[in-house]
């Protein structure tokens, strides 16, 4: 079965600062890799997702992931965080083929990072 | 946005009680899940629907129940509250097509406390 580590509970940058946000996970192959961003009071919204090819994967708001096989990591980066970026940032994988019951998705989310930015 | 309302928003209940919370959809999807989120585990799923009258358990599915009569409509039901069930309850859904290509749209969630 598949798992995911979000080292960093929290983080707190100045904004105008890059940001990264660690993730590893582990599974026996190349896993579907996702990071969500959670506003307070808000549901989950999807940032950026890998599936294969180019490991370097850009996404809304600015952001971009770089998928390292050989370290099992899924690290989200962004040049110059805005204070808007403030937010919970979950990392999630999903097993290439292996769905719920009926095909739905069958996904295994982190614990989250909680982003602060400093003004 | 996709359409995904959840109610109520927030709810506060005595243990022992039978709670619903409703999640309706306007996006026609066939997939539709119910997670909740707790400090230190993320999001993890309750239980989750592959059509009208199809539903299956998730990896926390104990003292919850589901339904789902209409397309639009999945309810999550404590049939006897507890303390541990004081969480926040997010719906999600998929698009017909199924798998990791239909990435999952959530809705605000509901803020459930058990006293």
């Known amino acids: 079965a598949q798992s995911v580590t979000q080292p960093d509970i929290h983080i707190t940058v100045s904004e105008g600062a890059s940001l990264e946000l660690r993730c590893n996970y582990s599974y026996g192959a190349t896993p579907y890799l996702f990071w969500y961003v959670q506003s307070p009071g808000q549901g989950l919204q999807l940032l950026l997702k890998y599936f294969s090819g180019d490991t370097l994967v850009q996404g809304i708001k600015g952001f971009e992931a770089e998928f390292k096989r050989s370290q099992s990591s899924f690290n989200l980066r962004k040049p110059s965080v805005h204070w808007s970026d403030a937010a919970e940032y979950f990392c999630a994988v999903g097993a290439p083929r292996e769905r719920l019951t009926g095909g739905g998705n069958k996904l295994t989310f982190g614990t989250g990072t909680q982003l602060k930015v400093e003004l | 946005d996709a359409g995904i309302t959840q109610s109520p928003r927030h709810k506060v209940t005595e243990t022992g009680t039978p709670v619903t919370l409703r999640c309706h959809q306007t996006e026609n999807h066939r997939y539709m899940y119910w997670y909740r989120q707790d400090p230190g585990h993320g999001l993890r799923l309750i239980h989750y629907?592959?059509?009208?009258?199809?539903?299956d358990k998730g990896e926390v599915s104990d003292g919850y129940s589901v339904s789902r009569s209409k397309t639009e409509d999945f309810l999550l039901t404590l049939e006897s509250a507890t303390s541990s069930q004081t969480s926040v309850y997010f719906c999600?859904?998929?698009?017909?097509?199924?798998?990791?290509?239909?990435?999952?749209?959530f809705g605000n969630g509901t803020r459930l406390t058990v006293t």
């Open positions: 999600a859904i998929s698009e017909n097509r199924g798998g990791h290509d239909s990435p999952l749209h």
């Open positions: 629907s592959y059509g009208v009258k199809d539903t």
